[in-house]
C-alpha cells in the first residue's frame, strides 16, 4: 500500500495520560499536515511540515501538543496531559509541495477517545 | 448520547439520478479548491481539485464548478450510485501564501436510495 498510513487506528485513553501517534506519508512527498476533526465536522488544519521544517502552527495547537518530522519522512503527534476535549479524529495528509501538484491524500486516521 | 454537530446538510437522491453538492467558500484569496468524500470512520478521499484561472474540470462522472465572483463551488456527480453515499466537503486553500492548508466547508451528507 503506497498511501499515507497512520497508527494506531484508535486509542483509548485516561483524561492526563499522553499519547502519540505516527503518520507516514506517500513516499517523497514533502509536505505533511495534521488535522483534527470532531463528530459531525470538517477537518480542521493544525500543523504542517515542509520537509523536516515545522512551518506552521494553529492556534488550536496549544502547547500540550508537540509534533515532530526528524528526517523529513514520518511525523509523530503528541499530546500530553490529555483531557476530554481532545477526543477526535487526527488526520494526516501529505502532497508533493511542488506548487503545481498540491493535492494532499489523506490517511485513515486516529480516532482518540479521552476517558 | 451527545449530538451536538451532527445537522449536516444532507441530500438525498434516487439512484441513477445526478447529484449536485453546493459549497461557498469564505475567502477570496483562496486560489485552490478542492473536493473530498468520506465514508463512514474512514480518512477523507480525494474527488477532484480545480484552480482559480479556471471556472469548470470534469473528471469520471464528476464535474466541479467555480464561481468567483460569488464565492461558490459546486459538485455534480453523474448517474449517481450507491457507493457515492458517504459525506462531501469542499475546502479551500492559498497554494502559494500559506502553504496549501485546507479550510474544510461543513460537509453535505449524500444519501443514494437503490
Known amino acids: 500500500d503506497t498511501g499515507v498510513s497512520q497508527d494506531p487506528r484508535h486509542k483509548i485513553t485516561k483524561r492526563g495520560q499522553n499519547v502519540t501517534f505516527r503518520c507516514d506519508p506517500i513516499s517523497e512527498h514533502n509536505r505533511l499536515y495534521w488535522y483534527r476533526q470532531t463528530l459531525g465536522q470538517g477537518p480542521e488544519f493544525l500543523t504542517y511540515?515542509?520537509?523536516?521544517?515545522?512551518?506552521?502552527k494553529s492556534r488550536l495547537l496549544s502547547d500540550r501538543f508537540s509534533a515532530e518530522r526528524p528526517k523529513g519522512s514520518f511525523s509523530t503527534l503528541e499530546i500530553q496531559r490529555t483531557e476530554q476535549g481532545d477526543s477526535a479524529m487526527y488526520l494526516c495528509?501529505?502532497?508533493?509541495?511542488?506548487?503545481?501538484?498540491?493535492?494532499?491524500?489523506f490517511g485513515p486516521g486516529t480516532r482518540l477517545l479521552v476517558l | 448520547g451527545e449530538s451536538v454537530g451532527l445537522h449536516l446538510p444532507t441530500l438525498s437522491v434516487q439512484e441513477g439520478d445526478n447529484s449536485i453538492i453546493n459549497c461557498a467558500y469564505s475567502n477570496s484569496a483562496s486560489d485552490y479548491f478542492i473536493w473530498y468524500k468520506q465514508e463512514s470512520g474512514k480518512g477523507p478521499q480525494f474527488i477532484i481539485d480545480?484552480?482559480?484561472?479556471?471556472d469548470k474540470r470534469q473528471g469520471q462522472r464528476v464535474t466541479v464548478l467555480l464561481n468567483k465572483t460569488v464565492k461558490h463551488l459546486s459538485l455534480q456527480i453523474a448517474a449517481t450510485q450507491p457507493g457515492d453515499s458517504a459525506v462531501y466537503f469542499c475546502?479551500?486553500?492559498?497554494?502559494?501564501?500559506?502553504?496549501?492548508?485546507?479550510?474544510f466547508g461543513q460537509g453535505t451528507e449524500l444519501s443514494v436510495k437503490p
Open positions: 495528509a501529505s502532497s508533493s509541495g511542488t506548487g503545481y501538484q498540491e493535492t494532499q491524500y
Open positions: 511540515f515542509q520537509n523536516e521544517a515545522q512551518l506552521e
Open positions: 480545480i484552480r482559480s484561472n479556471m
Open positions: 475546502a479551500e486553500a492559498q497554494i502559494y501564501n500559506q502553504g496549501g492548508k485546507l479550510i
